[in-house]
Nanobody, 120 residues
């Protein structure tokens, strides 16, 4: 089982960026996937989750309306579309597999992280 996070980089405030979490060794149909981030000097923060049992999506308030989680079953990949980022979104972003199909937070595998820097 592996999760490969990618797509990070430098983005200007108000721009857009799409992060990818490519899954291998398992099918997304059987596990919820969540996105997290950790900014320098701060604790890891949960951002969003996509449940596979009912296709429900969940977001923390700070990204609701700006970030969108989605998945492509054919590519076995989950995405996090980041719109209108601001400097406070600068962090290392991680994806994680939930051991359940619902977003419970019982994560058993993590991606390696991808750095997002929001700056002009």
């Amino acid at each position: 089982v592996q999760l490969q996070a990618s797509g990070g980089g430098l983005v200007q405030p108000g721009g857009s960026l799409r992060l990818s979490c490519a899954a291998s060794g398992f099918a997304l149909d059987y596990h919820a996937i969540g996105w997290y981030r950790q900014a320098p000097g701060k604790e890891r923060e949960w951002l969003s989750c996509l449940s596979t049992s009912d296709a429900m999506t969940y977001y923390t308030d700070s990204v609701k309306g700006r970030f969108t989680i989605s998945r492509d079953n054919a590519k076995n990949t989950v995405f996090l579309q980041m719109n209108s980022p601001n400097p406070e979104d600068t962090a290392i972003y991680y994806c994680a597999r939930d051991s359940h199909r619902e977003c419970i937070g019982t994560n058993d595998y993590w991606g390696q992280g991808t750095l997002v820097t929001v700056s002009s």
